[in-house]
């Protein structure tokens, strides 16, 4: 099968041959960085233990400097001449760069100078910090030794408590080079284990390239296959995509549909109101006159809300709802909203709570009032006769809730998360016909996301049903919340 592959394909041959001479050159230039790099680091670790040795060595040489400061001392102390302080101030800036790094004296009585990293681990700081500090007391003790005669009875005392302190001073000393030789044996201990890991890694990595490149003729081979594996796949995405738009025609049927029955119930009721009243004037009194009058103005209402709906419903289809914002007061956004509404039908009321000192919002101020509208109606739409309609308001540190509750059948719970699809009604009791398309809490929840906020919904069934939402009250909230939206929109789609 391979040989007949390479015999009817010559390009598919020829590019699997390039593609084994790339393998082959990989392995290659892996081989070769690998070992440039455990060279470099092998260069590293030479200098590291150079500079490990230099520091070791004047931990050591302190050992020396502590011996000759307090022979030193016993000499001036019996009047020979001696240059102790030249001793002291060397063996402190030398302990000061071992602890902290910075150039350091490398000969007695030189000039010579060398840089010291700081010191590597902090029990070693811990130590050379103890050793600074018993210097520091052995000087003082020093100083006061060297200012007695030696007839005074307190020098004997003194004396030993300075050969004391040189004791202390030389046992810390030591354990302060032990410690800086086991660190530096330590890390080219691991220096070493890493260089054997890195080595071993590379020639895993050879390996595997090499059985890439034994399998390369075989891959080949698989490629037809894969071909038509890619062709049937989009063949696949194809008959997706055509469902797609099987399905957005039979969505836009729906919204024909029910867009239709929507238009003609009001229309024919006006028409025929209309008629009424340009007719037979006579029989049409002053009170029928005025009660026709309101269901035509409530009519008109109510084609009006329908025809805001479909052309929010069309901005979220095309991706233009871009809400236009502005800074708004919640108070006037509220009363834009129910004037909107109209006067509520059937004795129903609106019970208004809102909280004090309320702070304006980043709003597109439309749409906003749009949101209100339709929680608002959809809360009249089924609720009963006479029912009372809850409006609060609520000022979190950075959001805004705003709640719409009215009693009613309620919502079952399986189907609370389905309110916000398109098209989606719940049945009223007893099959009590509703009017609407379906689309008011799509649109409030498309608004709602764009403005950076959520919603959602809560029902006790048979008592009352609960819309909120909440809306960001700082701009960068808004941007944020309006950006995981669009990513969880971009997902779903």
């Known amino acids: ?245 099987r399905q957005s025609d039979d969505l836009k049927s729906a919204l024909l549909s029910s867009v239709s029955h929507e238009l003609r119930t009001p229309l024919t009721a006006m028409k025929t109101m209309v008629s009424s009243l340009g007719g037979n004037s006579q029989t049409v009194t002053g009170e029928i006159r005025e009660e026709f009058l309101q269901n035509i103005n409530q009519d008109i209402d109510y084609l009006n809300r329908l025809v805001d709906n479909l052309l929010d419903m069309s901005k979220i289809e095309a991706g233009t709802l871009i809400p236009q914002r502005e800074w708004h007061l919640v108070e006037d956004l509220i009363e834009g909203a129910i004037r909107r509404l109209g006067k509520l039908p059937d004795q129903r009321s609106l019970d208004l709570s809102l909280a004090d000192d309320l702070p304006s919002i980043f709003v597109d101020g439309v749409e906003m009032q749009q949101v209100l509208v339709n929680l608002l109606d959809n809360a009249v739409k089924y609720s009963p006769s006479k029912a009372r309609i ?32 398109r098209f989606y009604r719940v049945r009223a009791k007893h099959g009590r016909a509703i009017p609407g398309t379906g689309l008011g809490l799509a649109i409030c929840k498309a608004i709602v996301e764009a403005h950076g906020g959520r919603i959602w919904a809560e029902s006790r069934p048979g008592q009352e049903t609960t819309i909120g939402f909440t809306i960001p009250v700082s701009a960068d909230r808004i941007l944020v919340r309006t950006m995981e939206s669009r990513s969880g929109q971009e997902r779903a789609t």
């Not at 022979?71 to 000061?96: C, H, I, M």
């Not at 609520?394 to 916000?420: K, Y």
Request: proline content about 4%; overall charge neutral; glycine content about 6%.
């Open 1 to 245: 099968m391979i040989t007949r592959l390479d015999v009817c394909s010559p390009k598919r041959s020829l590019f699997g041959l390039l593609r084994v001479r790339r393998q082959v050159a990989l392995i290659a230039a892996l081989f070769i960085l690998a070992i440039a790099g455990i060279l470099a680091h092998t260069i590293m670790l030479i200098h590291g233990q150079k500079s490990d040795a230099v520091v070791i060595d004047l931990a050591g040489r302190q050992r020396m400097l502590h011996e000759k400061h307090m022979k030193e001392v016993l000499l001036v102390s019996q009047g020979f001449p001696a240059d102790y302080r030249y001793t002291r101030q060397l063996l402190n800036e030398t302990l000061e760069a071992l602890i902290t790094g910075g150039p350091a004296v490398h000969t007695f009585g030189g000039k010579e100078t060398v840089l010291l990293p700081p010191v590597p681990t902090e029990e070693i700081k811990a130590k050379l910090e103890e050793q600074a500090r018993l210097v520091g007391i052995f000087t003082a003790q020093a100083d006061v030794f060297l200012r007695l005669e030696r007839k005074d009875p307190a020098y004997a005392g003194k004396f030993e408590e300075l050969l004391h302190l040189s004791s202390g001073l030389h046992t810390t000393a030591n354990d302060a080079v032990k410690m800086l030789d086991q660190y530096s044996g330590s890390k080219v201990a691991k220096m070493i284990a890493w260089e054997v890991a890195v080595t071993i890694l590379v020639i895993l990595l050879g390996i595997m390239l090499t059985r890439q490149v034994i399998r390369a003729n075989q891959e080949l081979a698989h490629e037809i296959t894969e071909r038509q594996r890619m062709q049937e796949e989009l063949r696949s995405s194809e008959q997706k995509r055509m469902e797609a738009l």
């Open 390 to 421: 809850s409006l609060h308001v609520q000022a979190q540190p950075t959001e805004i809730h705003i709640r719409v509750s009215n009693p009613g059948p309620g919502i079952p719970a399986e189907e609370l998360d389905r309110v916000f699809d």
